[in-house]
């Protein structure tokens, strides 16, 4: 009987998919756990002032909560993999249906941020490699560095202050709704797009940068300079493509913190995604809401994680051409 044996890239992949599993599992693992030690007795805190004695053991058993831990982890997970998420218990509505609209528009908001961002930051990269040490260069790394050492929420301020209140320019609150078309939603979400697009173009463009800068060492680097060719061409055509994997590797990252890292921005903003009602779920002890909405969140996040290494695996000419 012959036995398949990954080797090469195909092995390096499994191996990474089967680390994100785990990582995933042990998340999973943490959030159900974080929430049982939450202080106080969740149907005592749901039920308020009408709780007795009768209604907290009803409520509780409706819950589920007078079954072991490992017992209601175990059915809790398996149905949240069937993509049963149960039911709020603010207003009873299946939790799917209140994260389904939630997380299309967190995904809008990390989407219309990643087509500036992206783009943005390869080409700033690209120009602060090829002009390196100049003062284009210093005022380029100035000015990211300088982004990055503000949190999202500072820079979400200042951005009211600048363009909402002085100028006028863009509402300081991202209120889109189902009715709104494209072009409406769009200019409702300027303001935290560009909030998240600042931070997230300043890291991946210093990581390009350094990238770029770190192949131009190479030899056959210089050969290319040795043969007269210009010095546009050989970042463009030589050396970026050889930069593709920590590239690729850090807009995949940063594409995973646009999708779980507008927590804070969705709150400053008002905006209506699933960070919003992550916090509003914490503050009601809406405990299906919070768990499904943590684990949508990790999975997001491990999932773009594990395809920042699969292409920084597929993209690196060492691993694609062994000798």
């Not at 092995?11 to 785990?22: D, E, P, T």
């Not at 202080?39 to 007795?52: F, K, M, N, R």
């Not at 997380?103 to 690209?126: C, E, K, Q, R, Y």
Request: glycine share 6%; proline share 5%.
């Amino acid at each position: 009987m012959v036995r398949f044996k990954p080797s090469g890239i195909a092995a390096l992949v499994l191996k990474r998919i089967g680390l994100g599993l785990v990582t995933l599992w042990v998340i999973s693992v943490l959030i159900f756990v974080g929430i049982e030690a939450l202080p106080g007795d969740l149907a005592e805190a749901v039920l308020g002032q009408s709780a007795t004695p009768e209604t907290v053991a009803a409520f509780r058993k409706e819950l589920k909560l007078d079954l072991p831990p490992h017992v209601r982890y175990v059915a809790w997970l398996g149905a949240f993999v069937r993509g049963d998420f149960g039911n709020s218990l603010a207003n009873r509505r299946p939790v799917a249906d209140l994260i389904s609209w939630r997380f299309a528009n967190s995904l809008l908001l990390a989407g219309v941020t990643a087509l500036i961002a992206v783009p943005v930051a390869v080409i700033l990269g690209i120009l602060a490699a090829l002009y390196r040490n100049t003062v284009f260069d210093r005022l380029i790394s100035m000015a990211t560095l300088s982004t990055i050492s503000f949190p999202e929420f500072f820079v979400a301020y200042i951005l009211i202050a600048l363009l909402s209140v002085r100028v006028a320019l863009f509402p300081s609150i991202a209120n889109i709704n189902a009715d709104m078309t494209l072009g409406q939603k769009l200019y409702a979400i300027c303001l935290p797009c560009l909030t998240l697009a600042m931070v997230v173009t300043a890291h991946m463009m210093r990581q390009t940068r350094a990238a770029i800068i770190n192949i131009l060492a190479s030899p056959f680097i210089e050969m290319a300079n040795l043969k007269g060719l210009r010095r546009l061409r050989v970042v463009v055509l030589h050396a970026f493509p050889n930069a593709l994997s920590p590239v690729i590797n850090v807009i995949a990252l940063n594409l995973a913190y646009l999708v779980v890292g507008v927590v804070i921005v969705e709150v400053v903003f008002v905006y209506p995604g699933l960070g919003q009602l992550l916090v509003d779920s914490v503050s009601k002890r809406d405990i299906p809401v919070v768990q499904a909405s943590g684990l949508i969140f990790a999975a997001t996040y491990v999932m773009l994680n594990l395809l920042a290494d699969v292409l920084s695996i597929v993209s690196n000419p060492r691993l694609r051409n062994p000798r």
